[in-house]
């Protein structure tokens, strides 16, 4: 039996709230790998945001293409890969920033962690990966 997911289980999978983890090439290394907060729908894609003047914002720009994996660190493992290019626009604090901690930390974290965040004075890019290639597995279809 395939242990790949459908396309349901993988779009399930990634409206979970799971931590991912974000690769962006960096010329003359490897690539930046670091755990990022996301969201995900059908029609828009895997979106989240940064710090314009971040190593992965400046990274991101330059690019123009990212990977994102997601998994669960419990047995049966399953994980959702995808890779693709980005769209990079100017983010809202509202709109953005506030929604993506709030799945993450729940009403009254998220409104607490984009209150306490809020003094910088930096752009906030919301990024957009549009899913090119997908990889998946569920072990729990062994």
Not at 30 to 55: C, K, N
Not at 115 to 123: D, H, K, M, P, V
Request: overall charge neutral.
């Amino acid at each position: 039996m395939s242990t790949k997911m459908t396309e349901q289980e993988r779009e399930q999978f990634l409206k979970d709230v799971r931590v991912g983890v974000l690769s962006v090439a960096e010329q003359g290394r490897g690539p930046l790998t670091v755990p990022v907060w996301y969201d995900y729908d059908h029609e828009r894609g895997v979106w989240l945001v940064t710090d314009a003047d971040s190593r992965k914002g400046r990274l991101l720009r330059a690019a123009q293409r990212a990977s994102l994996c997601a998994q669960d660190e419990k047995p049966p493992y399953r994980y959702v890969s995808v890779e693709g290019p980005v769209e990079i626009t100017t983010g809202d604090r509202e709109r953005n920033v506030r929604p993506l901690a709030r799945r993450y930390l729940g009403a009254v974290g998220g409104d607490r962690y984009v209150e306490q965040t809020s003094g910088g004075n930096g752009e906030t890019l919301l990024v957009t990966l549009r899913p090119e290639r997908w990889l998946t597995v569920d072990y729990g279809k062994e």
